[in-house]
């Protein structure tokens, strides 16, 4: 596991090394695989990582591990069109592996190193009901976050606003997310029925989605706020909940692979489909709408996530 996220960090980072003799679209694309397989590696690996390494703190850190994804995302999506506007391109993709050359320094002098175990990792849960349960949650609500991420700032320029005031909401968004991921690490321990947080979770995103339908301009700063909030601890918890149900690393990995592989694939068709109805209608409402009834079925699928009577078979 510590090499196997040792590869992903050094992956990532020739990804974005590269990109400053980029030079076509083919080899941008080729980096952005390369990206892509080792994001795909480290977060595969990490969960059973934090399993091992301190059982009774993971969910601790699998909370501040997701809300530094949320916080990396948005502090390199802030910088990269400045730095694009002073350096060019090439320099603003490629600054990029600075981070992650820091990250792998860190990494390797700081944490413990520990050897996966020879015994090798379980076959994927897909036999287990309750498995699919858990890819299905974490898609829909990772779609909520793609979905309100790539669509947001359309939906205040189509009603009047400029640019650089949807990128603000965008912005303040992504501090909202940020600060509840970090209350969620804060306190998870605490929260030992996870489905507790899940509604509060759920219910804030409700009535983000209810108001950027119904008042999306007088209430501006409001709804994004709560749709902040509720998206960027809905993300956390939805792995801690999975993470929940393993009982060592070796399930950690295989339970994570399985939800994680499935979930994004979902989470990737809530903004697809939601342009495919921007071109039928001229009109985000219709997928807001469709996410209301996606987190509608999350409270539903919710209910079940007992710490007591829900498991996953191995």
């Given at each position: 596991?510590?090499?196997?996220?040792?590869?992903?960090?050094?992956?990532?980072?020739?990804?974005?090394?590269?990109?400053?003799?980029?030079?076509?679209?083919?080899?941008?694309?080729?980096?952005?695989?390369?990206?892509?397989?080792?994001?795909?590696?480290?977060?595969?690996?990490?969960?059973?990582?934090?399993?091992?390494?301190?059982?009774?703190?993971?969910?601790?850190?699998?909370?501040?591990?997701?809300?530094?994804?949320?916080?990396?995302?948005?502090?390199?999506?802030?910088?990269?069109?400045?730095?694009?506007?002073?350096?060019?391109?090439?320099?603003?993709?490629?600054?990029?592996?600075?981070?992650?050359?820091?990250?792998?320094?860190?990494?390797?002098?700081?944490?413990?190193?520990?050897?996966?175990?020879?015994?090798?990792?379980?076959?994927l849960p897909i036999k287990s009901k309750n498995a699919w349960l858990l890819m299905l949650f974490?898609?829909?609500?990772?779609?909520?976050?793609?979905?309100?991420?790539?669509?947001?700032?359309?939906?205040?320029?189509?009603?009047?606003?400029?640019?650089?005031?949807?990128?603000a909401l965008l912005s303040i968004l992504t501090v909202a997310e940020v600060i509840s991921g970090t209350l969620i690490s804060i306190?998870?321990?605490?929260?030992?029925?996870?489905?507790?947080?899940?509604?509060?979770?759920?219910?804030?995103?409700?009535?983000?989605?209810?108001?950027?339908?119904?008042?999306?301009?007088?209430?501006?700063?409001?709804?994004?706020?709560?749709?902040?909030?509720?998206?960027?601890?809905?993300?956390?918890?939805?792995?801690?909940?999975?993470?929940?149900?393993?009982?060592?690393?070796?399930?950690?990995?295989?339970?994570?692979?399985?939800?994680?592989?499935?979930?994004?694939?979902?989470?990737?068709?809530?903004?697809?489909?939601?342009?495919?109805?921007?071109?039928?209608?001229?009109?985000?409402?219709?997928?807001?709408?469709?996410?209301?009834?996606?987190?509608?079925?999350?409270?539903?699928?919710?209910?079940?996530?007992?710490?007591?009577?829900?498991?996953?078979?191995?």
């Amino acid at each position: 596991m510590y090499i196997g996220i040792l590869v992903g960090l050094l992956a990532i980072a020739l990804s974005c090394g590269y990109r400053f003799f980029a030079d076509s679209t083919l080899l941008l694309l080729l980096t952005s695989l390369i990206g892509g397989i080792g994001i795909a590696i480290i977060q595969t690996l990490m969960p059973a990582y934090l399993k091992r390494i301190s059982p009774d703190n993971a969910s601790v850190f699998m909370g501040l591990f997701t809300t530094g994804i949320m916080a990396g995302a948005a502090i390199s999506a802030a910088i990269t069109s400045p730095l694009e506007g002073a350096f060019g391109w090439n320099i603003a993709l490629s600054i990029m592996a600075i981070p992650v050359i820091l990250a792998i320094i860190l990494f390797s002098s700081g944490m413990p190193h520990i050897k996966s175990s020879r015994n090798g990792y379980l076959s994927l849960p897909i036999k287990s009901k309750n498995a699919w349960l858990l890819m299905l949650f974490f898609g829909i609500g990772t779609g909520a976050y793609t979905l309100v991420l790539a669509w947001l700032p359309l939906n205040y320029t189509q009603l009047g606003w400029s640019r650089n005031a949807s990128g603000a909401l965008l912005s303040i968004l992504t501090v909202a997310e940020v600060i509840s991921g970090t209350l969620i690490s804060i306190f998870i321990k605490k929260l030992t029925d996870r489905r507790k947080p899940l509604f509060v979770t759920l219910s804030l995103i409700l009535v983000g989605l209810i108001l950027l339908i119904y008042i999306p301009s007088k209430l501006a700063f409001l709804t994004v706020i709560i749709l902040g909030l509720g998206i960027g601890a809905l993300f956390p918890l939805s792995l801690i909940t999975a993470l929940d149900y393993a009982s060592n690393a070796k399930q950690a990995v295989t339970l994570l692979a399985f939800v994680q592989g499935g979930g994004y694939l979902i989470a990737s068709a809530f903004p697809f489909m939601a342009g495919i109805l921007i071109d039928a209608s001229s009109d985000l409402t219709g997928a807001w709408v469709g996410m209301i009834v996606g987190i509608l079925l999350l409270f539903a699928m919710c209910k079940k996530f007992s710490p007591r009577n829900f498991m996953v078979r191995y």
